[in-house]
């Protein structure tokens, strides 16, 4: 068994500590109710004025720090209730609703340089939120600011389609409207980039939106508000409500929500799909869960498939929905890349996240820390053999952060936990196949359906593998990147209506068909 590096300098980890406090304040100022001695207090924006929590709020420690970030108090339902009233008066009455497509390009394209111009800010306050290394955050940024880019380009473009050819006496075309009000509710693994792929298309679409963020990571939601307020955006057109599960639910089952884009664990996803329609039918997308299968075969290039896999399963400390967490090899070279990739592993350099040279960062709270290294245990009880990591890291200094060594295990079947589920850290699972037809057999079977990578420099073997996954998205000698141009979504128990691309636009509008009669009925029937 091997340690990764854990680096720690406890001077910079300090002046870090205190840098962070003060960068708080900037962005955040609106939603700040309370800033004495003590950590500040978050309240939720309801029409860009904050909302103080009933109560002192609750302490979220940063991963990053080990100290008390901030207090932030549940949305109440009252909360619920005022943030939907706001939206949909600035979609009914307001003049967001009645906003051409350039106004909005505009308003977008302006928030998405107000984020270049803040990054360092932003990528401050995502570190200290996720714990999370700043090479990441900053990469975090430019992907939200990209997001604002794009979908601003096609807020003015959003056409429906022109049908002539019905016959003599109908002309037919159809209108694509913004969907209404819409609520977003967002996980903690990348609280601004994935409220990038959905913010920036509601908003292109004509939407006005109620946000959720995760209770640990609101910071950066908050911020971004902030911003889209300094870019023009009618401040009634956008909240945001902190809180819990519940607020989250309300707004799910709210009359007067239109449509709902989730991203989270595939539980929460299985109880919104089933309330969305409880007060009135309304459309979903859910981004739920996922367990990559990574198939490496025979014609893999080996040096390639340990670094593009020691990324996809470690980057963001494994907490990603399309992690490579499970590594299905050729048996000819399944043992040898264990090896190579264990021992890579245990070379990543784990610390500070504010330092540069840091490669992974504590886990996003204590809690999901003993989750994720109690699957371990129960993986090791099944079978399942350790190669490299599995512990936390001893070191001087972690400071009671949630730190945890990358982890590669081996196990030749699909019956453990570490096979079968989403661990959501820094865990990856080798596995040896004997052909080609057991691993697509083996990757498919699974409940998930969110993403595959095929490795083979043999193009005809990878296409025929891509082709016979049953996944939303298989990428071939890659991983985890996904870029605003292209849908990302999944299929089964991963969810489904894909984000990005024009599709994840025009989630958030509906389509009127409107038919012109040209020449009068003539008959009663016309086939
Ligand atoms: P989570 O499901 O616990 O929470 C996600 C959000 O839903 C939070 O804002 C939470 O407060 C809210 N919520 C909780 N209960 C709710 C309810 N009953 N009704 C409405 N909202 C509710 O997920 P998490 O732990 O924050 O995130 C990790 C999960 O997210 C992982 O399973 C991961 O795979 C998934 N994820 C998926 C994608 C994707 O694109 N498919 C991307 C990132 C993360």
Not at 271 to 289: D, F, M, T, Y
Request: aromatic share 6%; proline share 5%; hydrophobic share 40%.
């Amino acid at each position: 068994m091997t340690t990764a590096e854990l680096h720690e300098d406890h001077n910079d980890h300090d002046h870090h500590r205190d840098t962070a406090h003060r960068g708080l304040t900037p962005l955040l100022d609106r939603a700040i109710v309370s800033s004495g001695e003590g950590p500040p207090v978050l309240g939720s924006l309801v029409g860009g004025v904050a909302v103080a929590p009933e109560g002192e709020g609750t302490a979220r420690i940063s991963p990053a720090t080990g100290g008390i970030a901030f207090r932030v108090g549940g949305g109440s339902l009252s909360v619920v209730e005022a943030a939907v009233a706001r939206a949909r008066a600035a979609f009914d009455t307001g003049t967001w609703g009645r906003a051409s497509g350039r106004d909005r390009a505009r308003v977008l394209a302006r928030t998405a340089l107000l984020i270049e111009e803040h990054a360092a800010e932003l990528a401050d306050l995502l570190v200290l939120e996720t714990g999370k290394p700043i090479r990441e955050a900053r990469g975090e940024v430019a992907a939200a600011a990209n997001a604002f880019e794009y979908f601003g380009g096609l807020a003015r473009d959003l056409n429906g389609r022109t049908v002539r050819d019905i016959g003599d006496s109908v002309f037919a075309f159809t209108v694509r409207e913004p969907a209404g009000v819409a609520a977003l509710i967002v996980p903690w693994n990348f609280p601004l980039g994935i409220l990038g792929q959905k913010l920036p298309p509601a908003l292109a679409a004509g939407c006005s939106v109620v946000v959720k963020p995760s209770p640990l990571t609101p910071l950066t939601s908050l911020a971004a508000v902030s911003l889209l307020l300094e870019a023009g955006l009618e401040p009634d057109a956008i909240s945001v409500v902190l809180g819990e599960g519940p607020a989250g639910a309300a707004l799910v089952a709210h009359r007067d929500v239109d449509v709902v884009s989730f991203t989270g664990s595939t539980a929460t996803g299985r109880h919104i799909a089933a309330h969305a329609g409880s007060q009135r039918l309304k459309r979903v997308a859910l981004e739920a869960g996922g367990k990559t299968p990574v198939l490496v075969t025979a014609h893999a290039d080996l040096d390639e498939v340990v670094e593009g896999l020691t990324f996809a399963a470690f980057f963001n400390q494994g907490q990603v929905c399309v992690a490579g967490s499970r590594i299905l090899a050729d048996a000819a070279v399944a043992g040898e890349l264990g090896e190579r990739l264990a021992g890579r592993a245990a070379r990543l350099v784990l610390g500070d996240p504010w330092s540069e040279s840091t490669q992974m960062g504590p886990l996003v709270s204590q809690q999901h820390f003993d989750g994720v290294f109690a699957a371990i245990e129960t993986s090791r009880a099944e079978g399942v053999r350790v190669l490299s990591g599995g512990r936390r890291p001893e070191p001087g200094g972690t400071r009671a952060r949630p730190f945890l060594d990358p982890t590669v295990l081996w196990t030749d079947d699909d019956h453990s936990t570490a096979a079968r589920e989403e661990l959501f850290g820094p865990v990856t699972v080798v596995q040896p196949y004997s052909s080609l037809d057991e691993a697509v057999e083996r990757a498919n079977a699974s409940a998930y359906g969110l993403a595959a990578s095929v490795w083979s420099n043999d193009v005809r073997e990878a296409m025929d593998l891509t082709l016979r996954l049953r996944t939303g998205t298989v990428w071939i000698n890659g991983s985890t990147d996904a870029f605003p141009e292209i849908p990302l979504g999944g299929r089964r128990d991963s969810g489904y209506n894909a984000e990005f691309g024009r599709e994840g636009m025009e989630f958030f509008t509906e389509s009127k068909t409107v038919q012109i009669n040209r020449a009068g009925r003539k008959d009663w029937y016309t086939a």
